[in-house]
């Protein structure tokens, strides 16, 4: 089988490792457990842990949930969260958004440039007031720590892996103008 493409190996019959398996929705079915775990059940097997992720978190965040047990085994997938029963879609939902909390801002209070003798460049220091509280961010480098997401929204992703959503069209005129400074985005549309 070494050497043999796709092809050869469907016509010979030979078992190809396509990826993860793609769960039906249908038959997948989640509850919690005592403690709060999840539980997974589908056909005639049962998981009493499973985690849930988000396969493309940033790209396709509504689609694609991928499911492991406990002991990071891969489990499968499913394509349509939406597809599954109300009361294992709730549990998902919750599950979901538990792991992946991203902030929203909301304000932009200051903005500083913060200068190191072993860096080319200056980093920035973000105080944010955001829907979950004040944040402060630390930039060391704009391109690596700001990735647009269409629709006029950005990310911020700090040194420290902290994430949040900032949409400056959102902001106030002051809030704007720090964006516009700092992320040097005078010629595209706030």
Known sequence: MVGMGPEAAVA????????PPILDPAEVSLHRGPGGAVRLSLGDRSYLWVNCYRAFPLSAPEQWVVFFSGEGRL???VEEPDGLAVDSRTVCQEELELRYVVPRVDEVVAV???YREDAWNPAQVWDVGTDRGPLRLHLPNVADHVRPLGDGCLLLTDRDERRCLLRP???DGRGRAL???YLWLDDAPL
């Open 12 to 19: 010979s019959g030979a078992a190809m490792d396509l990826g």
């Open 75 to 77: 489990i499968g997938m």
């Open 112 to 114: 500083r440039e913060e």
């Open 169 to 171: 069209s959102a902001l």
């Open 179 to 181: 964006v516009a400074r």
